[in-house]
C-alpha cells in the first residue's frame, strides 16, 4: 500500500512538473488595455511657453491581427493663462514590443496617422502635427502598456518567473506566452 502511495505521488510530481515547462498563455482583453490607458491620463504639456497642450480621453481600438495598436486621443491647446482654447483629436498608432530589461511592453514607432485641431490655421497645422508626433514617441516610451505586474495579477505563483516568449494578436486581445 505505501509502495503505491509513493508511486502516485511520483507520478503526479513529474506530471506536475512537466506541466511547469510547457507555454502559458495571458491573455489582455481590449476593455483591459483601454481601462489601464485610461489612468494614464489626462496628460499636459507646455507648447513654446504660451501654449498648454492637454490629451484626454484615450480609445484604444486593438487589431484583430498584425502588430499596430490604433489609440484615438482628444486634445485641447490652450493659451496659458487664457481661457480661448482649441479643441480636436488625434489618431495615433504603434506596434507593441516587450522590453526585456524592463519586462514591459510599450508601443514602439508610434507614429500620429491623423490630427485634426478646430479653429487651427493652416499655417500652424505643420507644426503642430510635428510636435503632437514628437510628444506621442516621448510618452510612449517612458510609459508601459502592460508591465509585468500586470501579467503577474493575472496569474500567481510559478508565472511571475517565467520570461515573454511570444506575443500575438487575436480577436482584439492581446495574447502573451510565457514560458521558460
Given at each position: ?30 476593455k ?19 501654449f ?9 481600438e ?63 497645422a ?7 508626433d ?47
Open positions: 500500500m505505501k509502495r503505491a502511495i509513493g508511486i502516485v505521488l511520483v507520478l503526479a510530481f513529474l506530471a506536475g512538473g512537466t506541466w511547469l515547462f510547457l507555454p502559458h498563455t495571458v491573455v489582455f482583453s481590449e483591459e488595455l483601454q481601462e489601464r490607458l485610461s489612468k494614464l491620463f489626462p496628460i499636459k504639456k507646455p507648447m513654446l511657453l504660451f498648454e497642450v492637454e490629451y484626454h480621453n484615450p480609445v484604444l486593438l487589431p484583430v491581427s498584425g502588430d499596430r495598436v490604433k489609440a484615438q486621443i482628444q486634445v485641447t491647446a490652450r493659451r496659458m493663462g487664457g481661457e480661448r482654447h482649441v479643441t480636436g483629436q488625434v489618431i495615433a498608432s504603434g506596434a507593441l514590443c516587450f522590453d526585456p530589461e524592463q519586462e514591459s511592453f510599450f508601443l514602439k514607432a508610434f507614429h500620429v496617422e491623423s490630427s485634426s485641431l478646430d479653429q487651427l490655421p493652416p499655417s500652424l505643420g507644426m503642430a502635427s510635428n510636435f503632437v514628437k510628444m506621442a514617441n516621448e510618452w510612449a516610451s517612458t510609459h508601459p502598456v502592460i508591465s509585468r505586474a500586470d501579467w503577474q495579477k493575472s496569474k500567481k505563483g510559478i508565472l511571475a518567473f517565467m520570461k515573454v516568449k511570444e506575443v500575438k494578436f487575436r480577436d482584439k486581445e492581446v495574447h502573451v506566452t510565457l514560458g521558460f
